[in-house]
């Protein structure tokens, strides 16, 4: 077999040691820097904030972005706000191509891998029907993505419940395993996270896990966790 010539080899330390140091640029940190290199200007000509033919930031919203990073105390909580603003608005503009078709085949919204909108009513959230009939409903099409911002903030806060209630009844099942549990219940102490946000650190870990594990039912389950995540 012929060895790889020194050259390629080479080649490929240094992509290796690009892509770990971030030197490959993940699109949404090219997205966010130019969000924040044009947020001025925005403010200034009342247009959406567009790139390469995407618009990140409606119009309609610009003001509020730069009130929110007027605010921030530093550039990291600014990047972090331009990320979630860009990341909603394109889960608005999918549900908006997507919801009408998925309301007649009765049929949930998927984009990127989350379902953003159920087939049926669920957790509270309305299904694609009724959100379907919210929308349509609405007079302009800012009344439109006001609606959908709004879902959109009750089906995050729904998914952090659930990212913890699944994380914690996996620590119990494994921590249930004969032999095994005992050793992995000592290794098994990591945070749970939800899109890069701590939700329950791993100093809470031991105390959460021992009240939800006892807790009657999956009712008290998810009551408990509310309650974790609310401060309470």
Not at 62 to 89: F, G, H, P, W
Not at 123 to 130: F, H, K, M, T, Y
Request: hydrophobic share 35%; aromatic share 6%; with cysteine.
């Amino acid at each position: 077999m012929k060895k790889p010539s020194g050259k390629y080899v080479v080649s490929l330390f240094v992509l290796t040691i690009l892509s770990v140091s971030g030197c490959v640029t993940d699109p949404i940190i090219q997205q966010t820097d130019h969000v924040l290199s044009n947020i001025d200007s925005a403010v200034t000509s009342t247009n959406d904030i567009e790139y390469q033919n995407s618009v990140l930031i409606n119009a309609h919203e610009v003001n509020y972005l730069a009130d929110d990073l007027n605010n921030a105390e530093n550039r990291t909580e600014q990047e972090s706000l331009v990320k979630n603003y860009i990341t909603i608005n394109q889960r608005i503009s999918c549900i908006e191509d997507n919801i009408e078709n998925s309301s007649t085949d009765k049929t949930s919204v998927e984009c990127q891998g989350d379902k953003l909108v159920s087939s049926v009513d669920q957790d509270g959230l309305p299904g694609v029907i009724a959100l379907y009939d919210r929308v349509s409903g609405a007079e302009t099409a800012h009344n439109k993505r006001q609606i959908l911002r709004t879902y959109l903030k009750d089906w995050e806060y729904v998914q952090r419940i659930v990212r913890v209630e699944k994380s914690l009844d996996q620590n119990k099942r494994t921590h249930e395993i004969i032999l095994l549990g005992g050793l992995l219940k000592k290794i098994h102490k990591f945070p749970i996270m939800y899109e890069g946000e701590i939700l329950v650190p791993t100093a809470d870990m031991e105390n959460l896990m021992q009240d939800f594990v006892t807790s009657a039912n999956k009712k008290d389950q998810r009551n408990l966790v509310i309650r974790y995540l609310n401060g309470g």
